[in-house]
Each structure stands twice: as C-alpha cells, then as structure tokens.
C-alpha cells in the first residue's frame, strides 16, 4: 500500500526547533521529488522546502520565508525525508504536508501540526 505519513509536529516556543520527518512505504522515496508544503487556517497551501531525486543530483530548494532557518534531508536507508526546522516563529504555525511527485505519480500525507507559541 502506498502511503505517506508525516510525524514529529507539536507546540514549540518562538526560537525552538523541531524534525518532521515523512516516511514512505510502498514506493522508493528517492525515485521521487519530495516536497513539504504547509497550510496556515485561512491560507492556502505553499510549498516550504524540497529536494529532488538522486538521479536529480537531490537538489535543495527553499522558500524565501524559511531560508536559513529550515533543512530538507533524506535518510534513504529508511525511506524518510526530514524537515529540520529551527529559529521557529510564530508565523509558521501551519500543518505541515510532505508531497512525492514522479510523472503522473502524486502522493501526499495526512499533516502534521505544527503550533509556534510562546
């Protein structure tokens, strides 16, 4: 069964640092662009980070609003890709998507949460 499935969001104060990670079964992560979007209430969804496919050189790329702040990485041994996300403001309250992308292949998770308060 193809799935993804996002884990490690929760409640941080301002300045903290957390690690998503999106993990895959039923397909090879690596095969595939992953990305991670969010969705603040009363947004719509953008994309946050995201790393190409190894045959892609797994290139990085980053929104200007998380720039510097967040990393994009994957662990292939364990079909997972990770969000380390640290300098954590307010303003990245969201839930959290990773997506996997290859031709007519789209895969998405369920979410995490991810609530930035002091």
């Known amino acids: 069964q193809v799935q993804l499935v996002e884990s490690g969001g929760g409640l941080v104060q301002p300045g903290g640092s957390l690690r998503l990670s999106c993990a895959a079964s039923g397909f090879t992560l690596d095969f595939y662009a992953i990305g991670w979007f969010r969705q603040a209430p009363g947004k719509e969804r953008e994309g946050v980070s995201c790393?190409?496919?190894?045959?892609?050189?797994?290139?990085?790329y980053y929104s200007d609003s998380v720039k510097g702040r967040f990393t994009i990485s994957k662990d292939n041994a364990k079909n997972t890709v990770y969000l380390q996300m640290n300098s954590l403001k307010p303003e990245d309250t969201a839930v959290y998507y990773c997506?996997?992308?290859?031709?007519?292949?789209?895969?998405w998770g369920q979410g995490t949460q991810v609530t930035v308060s002091s």
């Open positions: 997506n996997a992308i290859k031709w007519w292949y789209n895969y």
């Open positions: 790393i190409s496919s190894s045959s892609s050189d797994g290139r990085t």
